[in-house]
Every structure is written in C-alpha cells, then in structure tokens.
C-alpha cells in the first residue's frame, strides 16, 4: 500500500501564518441562480414571431424558460421556439380564457452559452389591435435530467376577477417561475416574498412574470392597476428543480505532485510553464490531486483546474491539450522509469484549451487562468471499474499543436509553499452527482453452472432500481444482464436485500459483475466489480425435499474440477456462522462423499431439532488456483428428529 503525502494547508491571514487542517473543501452545489438578465420583447407589427436577444453564460446545470404572453383575440398560439438556430424548447405548460389571454411557458435544457437571440413563431400574425408578450430567462444550479421534477410541476389557472392567482406545489430548494396575461387592464404585483422580472403593458396587453422561492405550496398573483377590474386573465408557473449533487475544491499538496518533463523531469520547480518554457523546452505538465472522494461512475457536472499567476511574460498564442491519466489510482511523479510524467497512460478523452488569454496580473486566479469544463476526463476516470472513492488521479497538459509556441506561466506547490500561501498551488474544482444510495454490501457466490448475486442497501433515497453488469475480464466491456430494471425496494432510512442468479455462465470461467443503482431522474452509479468462478459439483445425496432414515450418516457429490471439499450444514440457506456446522471440522477431504460419526451425527439431530425438522446442506470445494467455490444448497428432512430435552 502507498503512503499518502499530509500537508497542512499554509496562507498568511492579518499577518499571522493560519495552518489549516484540511485540503478539500466539500460542499452542496449552490442554490438555484438567475443566469444573468432577463430580457422580454413586444411582437413587432403584422408579423408572427418575436426574436428575443439574449445572453447566457458559461456556469453549471444551465436551464432557460421563455414566457408567452398574448390577448388572442383570433386563437393565436406558438408553434415553436428555437435558440441559437438550431436548438429547440419544448412546450411546458399553456392556458387561454377563449379567445381573451393567453399564457404559454417552454423549456430548453443546457442552453449553449453566448450572446444569441430566442425566435417565437406564432400560428398567424398578430393584430395590431392586441400584442404579445415573449420574456427570456435563464438559471444556473437546475437539475438537467427533470428540472421540472417527473412528471413536471406545473399550475394553470385563468378568471375574469382580481386577484390573477394560481397555487402550485413545490419544495424548499425548487425556485417557482410564474408568468400571466390580462386583457384591457396592466397589472401589478404586490407580493413581497415575489420578484418581478417583467411587466409590459401595450395595446390592451398586459404581460409579467416573477420568480419566487419554493415551499410546500406556492400562491403567484397579481392585481388590477385600475379600480374597474380586469376583464379576462390567464396565468401559469412551473418549479424549478435544483441539481443534487455535491462540490469539490481539490489542491496539489506537495511537491511531488506536479511536475514539468522537457528535456528532463522538474518536481522541485517554483513554476509551472503551460505547455512549453521558451521555444526551445516543449514540455509535459502533470499534476496530481489526492483525495478524491467521489464515488466510482458517479456522474460529473462541472470540472476545471484553476491556476495562479506566476509570472507575466506571456509568449505568442498559446493552445493547450489537456489529459487525464488512465489508472485508477495515481501515483506521485518521480525521475524514475514508470513515474514520469510522459510514462503515464492516457485517457480516451481530452479537452482542448484554445487561445489562452494572456495573464497579466501576478497571483491572479480569474476565469483566464481557469482550463475549460473538464467532466468528460474526470468522468472516465471515475467510471473505471477499479477507481474508488478517495483516490488520486492525474491530469496532464501538453502543447496542442506540438509546434513550441505559447507559454502561460502559473505557480506550482513549490512556488506557493515559497509565498506561505498554499491557495495558489493548482486547484481542482468538480461537481458530481452521485446517486443516493448505501450500499452495504455487494457479493458473488459460484454454483454449479450459475451466479448468485446479492446486495444489501442500508438506506435508498429516490432509487429507482438496480441492473446488473458482466464481463469475463476485470477491465473489459460490460453488458448489462437483466432484461428488466430489477426495482427499488427501499426507501430513505431503510434498505434492502436483493438477489438475482446468472445462469447464463460456464463453468470453469471467471465472471465479473458490476451493480448499477439508477435514481428517478436518470443518474446512476456503478459499485464492484465482484467476481465468482461457476463449478461443477453436483450433490446426489441426500436428495431433495426426501426425509431420510434416522441414523443414514452420508453425504454424496461429484465434481470433476476440484480436489478438496467441505460439508455445510446449516438452518438456513444464507448458511451464517451461527447456524452451520462444518464437517470435517479441521481441514479438507479430497473424497466425493463424507460418513458422519455418531457425534459429528447428533451434532445434526440438534441442528435439526431447532429448525422444525428440516436442514440446508451444500459442499465448499477447492481447485487447482485454491479457490473457494460454492455448490448449489439442497434442503433435506430426518424421519425422527427430535431428542429428550436435556
């Protein structure tokens, strides 16, 4: 086993050093955000579309709702809404009063980022009589399997009296989005506990929308501006769903894990040149992070490695390709053969950082010195079978175009252990998604031409259910095994047991399983592998359900495959330690059958008088590797169990 390097986190905080006893920084994903400004567009005269210009940016989870606002004197509708061209929503919700208001609400999920515009196509123009309402807006932190929850929460109501109002069901962490349409009359929101993001008013059209907080039910309303009353209105929202998940800051906290290699390795240098040093070193940078507790096959959201200015003396354009190194748990880097940066194994995917801004400012830690989303590499790192939760993994930088151009200069774990600052070395952030279950435990049990599997859960929270995974290699392709998804039987505070037997195997052949557990909204994890080696020992006596005479003292099997046995007896199929007599008691037979002494034969009669009269019995075999492997059980009944009571 390696040892793991401890470094307390070091930084000068009102003069004093502070040293902190911790690394990473763990912590719920943030709350759901508005991504930026809203912005909402009157429909321009005897035309069916409105064109919105909007801006959405780069953060996480991204989710954009564009609300519809209309008096439709003539049944007008949206038939589609498109961003950036080529990306279409999808209708939510709708509600009309006749032919008097109309509101509609569409969804797109993970909009591209950049400055684009959202184009609203109606079924027929609108008269210049009436208008129409389109607003945009965008979120941050949503759920992007069901952002609306499944099925989708929403809520439409439409009246011809104040107040406009509809209740929805939400839940503390939801975000609810409300949008409504009057005839003749503007309107206005007073609800405190709600924000306004717009409310236009034009050729009797009223159109608004708000956000509110979530909570067990949540009330949206607005009112008449005029004291006649407002003739006819229609409103609807929907509740935005936060994503599960959890976030981590990950620094590089020693020496030995990052490293440059041009010419030769540097482990001890101040800084790290990003991809080349001068024209004349083209270099290989890795730096290994420690510690990652991110279980295996969880899903990643958001990575990226944030760097520290060292020094300002940028040189021409510079491209960087980006890596992760293919292993389950990374080792330190070393001069020494197998532990250079450029020995190590790389992943399938990489990213490419592509015009690097220059970095001007010393110590600076901005979105310049930041790589872009890196999920894709951190995501195959934890989705290979043998990675587990606290790991260490590696990630590699080298010049895109291998042409020795382009330097960007930021400060490695020496360099940052000089400044007494340790927030200045390379940072790890990601955001995953693991999915909520307890896995207690996960275990294999070779039979004869079959694979017990069975799993224990000690609590579920929104599982959906499990599939089971085989290859004949550790490291190979897995196929999923279950026709159906095998369901969730748990729930938040308890778990499970489960079983399922393979009987799709050969004897004589290792398999190895993978356990998948699948949530509500489409996040899964994978647990194992485990593996099990299917045998041929077949039990002949005694029979199946067959009582057999008080007294009979043999048990029969045979097996081609394995040179030495063991007898279970037991009160129960699980066969635990408490309940199972073992014969011989020390050591192995290398016979096909097992003659019970008298003693060895009472032992049983016990056995049997506890459990009712009926026992378990099966036969544990080792082959030529010295693998323990297991028989199938058979249950088996004595003519006259019981004994005088001692």
Not at 204 to 219: F, I, K, L, N, R
Not at 248 to 269: F, P
Not at 327 to 347: H, I
Request: aromatic share 10%; glycine share 8%; net charge negative.
């Amino acid at each position: 086993m390696k040892k793991r390097n401890k470094v307390s986190l070091v930084t000068v905080i009102s003069g004093l050093i502070l040293l902190v006893s911790f690394i990473w920084t763990p912590s719920l994903l943030a709350d759901i955000a508005i991504d930026g400004t809203p912005h909402v567009v009157e429909r321009t005269p005897d035309s069916n579309t409105i064109t919105v210009n909007h801006t959405v940016g780069t953060g996480s989870n991204r989710f954009m709702l564009v609300g519809i606002s209309l008096v439709n004197d003539n049944n007008e509708y949206v038939t589609g809404i498109t961003w950036n061209t080529t990306e279409d929503l999808e209708h939510v919700v709708s509600i009309a009063t006749a032919d008097d208001s109309r509101i509609e609400i569409w969804q797109l999920v993970a909009p591209s980022s950049g400055n684009h515009n959202v184009v609203v196509t109606f079924d027929k123009v609108i008269p210049a009589a009436r208008s129409a309402w389109a607003g945009v807006i965008t979120f941050t932190g949503v759920d992007q399997t069901y952002p609306l929850g499944d099925p989708p929460a929403t809520a439409s109501d439409v009246g011809t009296t104040e107040p406009v109002t509809v209740d929805i069901t939400s839940a503390a962490g939801d975000l609810v989005f409300g949008v409504a349409a009057a005839e003749y009359d503007s309107i206005t929101n007073d609800d405190g506990s709600q924000t306004e993001h717009w409310n236009e008013y034009s050729a009797s059209s009223a159109g608004a929308a708000v956000t509110e907080d979530g909570a067990a039910t949540v009330t949206i309303s607005w009112n008449d501006t005029t004291s006649t009353g407002i003739s006819h209105w229609a409103i609807g929202a929907v509740s935005i769903k936060p994503s599960v998940g959890t976030a981590l800051d990950v620094w590089v906290t020693a020496s030995d894990d990052d490293a440059e290699e041009g010419s030769s390795m540097d482990i001890t240098s101040s800084d790290l040149e990003l991809p080349n040093e001068g024209t004349s070193n083209p270099q290989w940078v890795g730096m290994r992070f420690q510690g990652i507790t991110v279980p295996q096959g969880s899903s990643i959201e958001n990575a990226y490695i944030q760097f520290a200015t060292d020094e300002t003396n940028n040189t021409s354009d510079t491209d960087i390709e980006i890596f992760g190194e293919a292993t389950d748990d990374a080792e330190a880097f070393a001069d020494v053969a197998g532990y250079r940066v450029t020995d190590r194994a790389l992943t399938s995917a990489s990213v490419d950082w592509l015009d690097v801004p220059e970095w001007l400012i010393e110590h600076e830690q901005g979105v310049n010195q930041r790589t872009p989303d890196l999920s894709s590499i951190i995501e195959e790192i934890v989705g290979r079978p043998g990675w587990q939760s606290g790991y260490d993994l590696v990630i590699i930088l080298v010049d895109l175009q291998r042409d020795n151009i382009g330097e960007r200069c930021a400060e490695s774990w020496n360099g940052a252990n000089g400044h007494l600052d340790l927030t200045l070395a390379p940072m790890l952030h990601l955001e995953h998604h693991p999915t909520l279950i307890d896995l207690s435990s996960f275990t294999a049990t070779p039979l004869n031409s079959a694979v017990l599997l069975e799993w224990e859960t000690e609590t579920e929270l929104d599982n959906e259910g499990f599939n089971l995974l085989r290859s004949e290699e550790e490291q190979g392709q897995y196929v999923k095994i279950n026709r159906n998804l095998i369901p969730s039987k748990g729930e938040a505070g308890f778990g499970a047991e489960y079983s399922y037997t393979d009987y799709d195997v050969e004897n004589g052949v290792t398999y190895y399983y993978l356990l998948e557990d699948i949530d509500f909204y489409g996040k899964s994890t994978l647990h194992g592998p485990v593996s099990a080696t299917p045998n041929d020992i077949v039990l002949i006596w005694p029979i199946e359900w067959e009582p057999i005479p008080l007294g009979s003292s043999l048990f029969m099997w045979v097996s081609s495959g394995n040179f030495s046995f063991k007898v279970e007896v037991s009160t129960s199929v699980s066969f635990p330690v408490s309940e199972t007599i073992t014969f011989p008691e020390e050591g192995w037979t290398s016979d096909l059958s097992f003659w019970l002494q008298p003693e060895e034969w009472e032992l049983i009669l016990r056995k049997t008088q506890a459990s009712g009269g009926h026992l378990f019995w099966r036969v544990l075999a080792k082959g030529k590797n010295d693998e323990v492997v297991f028989s199938d059980w058979r249950k088996f009944f004595i003519e006259r169990p019981m004994l005088p009571e001692e």
